[in-house]
């Protein structure tokens, strides 16, 4: 199994002096355990700040968001190569404020994860449902249906340099967070399907489970035998809080 894998999400918050002070501060906090991999992704324009203080560490660079295409007249856009020279990693796709707030759609979601690829960036696919969809029975469906678009589009081998994110919408910066039981759940139809495409692939890759994770959480929602990690929101700006979740990562 690969290490687990927490992702602070920073979403559009911070100025540079305070992403400088947190990065300062997640630095220079207690160490980071060895059995994780720890990224962060900063918004576009305090990248380039963070990788010179990130200096190549064992903390990881990563972008919320991409351009489906590679260059060209896309005024506004930033493209995967371009986040890769600023020194991302890793690249979130499908994120539900993008499909909800952004109306991007599967479609759209999958020229995303495949355009991060070309540029070498790790594609952080995101997947949920929101209260309704789950109130009407209908979770299964609409996961199956936000992972089907990308399988179908970029292939099983794709998913080999992938990583999935299960974010329950009604989770999402709620305070209200999916129990263990139902994060697991999810993440075991998650992981059922990459493998009926390919086995090794399907136990390898990592399942994240992003909604209102926060320390005192984590450690429980961790042990989930199908879930490999977190996509944090709100608690990780706070250096303590997110090295706190780190810290329960197995
Ligand atoms: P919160 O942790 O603030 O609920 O946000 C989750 C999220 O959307 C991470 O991508």
New binding site residues.
Partial sequence: MRPFLVVG?WKMNGTRESATQLVNEILRGPELPATAEIAICPPFVYLADMARLLNGGTLILGAQNLCAEDNGPYTGEVSGSMLRDAGCRYV?VG?SERRNLYAENDALVARKFMAAQRAGLTPILCVGETLTQRQRGETHAVIMRQLMAVLDAAGIDAFDQAVVAY?PVW????GKTATSAQAQEVHALVRACISAGNARIGGAIRLLY????KASNAAELFQMPDINGG?????SLEAYEFIAICKAAI
């Fill in positions: 999400n979130i994120h974010e989770a999402i910066g709620t992003g909604g209102s994770v996509l944090v929101g709100g608690a």
